[in-house]
Nanobody, 124 residues
């Protein structure tokens, strides 16, 4: 069974960069599509960026296009979210989630495996 652990969150000012990591264990990562979700305070969890088993990427949120990138290294069992030019609206808890399917989808209900999240705070 896939287990996911996020790391790399923190507090920083707008405009900076931050790298979030999603470490996988318990099952080979190469058979799972991974999506990063963000949950802002008082709001629902929203899918923002996904990488499929074939390494294709899907943006589910236009506000991160040109600023965020996602990558995966199956040998290291690691998925990375690179956040550049951060904005206050990026603030929230970031979760990585996995599904044993090659297709990226934005809806949280399609994901079976979740990490516990890492907090990202961006001040103006």
């Amino acid at each position: 069974q896939l287990q996911l652990v996020e790391s790399g969150g923190g507090l920083a000012q707008s405009g900076g960069s931050l790298t979030l990591s999603c470490a996988a264990s318990g099952s080979p990562l190469d058979t799972y599509t991974i999506t990063w979700f963000r949950q802002a305070p008082g709001e629902a969890r929203v899918g923002i960026l996904c990488i499929s088993t074939e390494h294709s990427t899907n943006f589910f949120e236009d506000s991160v296009k040109g600023r965020f990138t996602i990558s995966r290294d199956n040998r290291k069992n690691l998925v990375t979210l690179q956040m550049n030019n951060r904005k206050p609206e990026d603030t929230g808890t970031y979760y990585c989630a996995g599904r044993s399917n090659r297709v990226c989808v934005a809806q949280a209900g399609f994901y079976d495996y979740w990490g516990h999240g890492t907090q990202v705070s961006v001040s103006p």
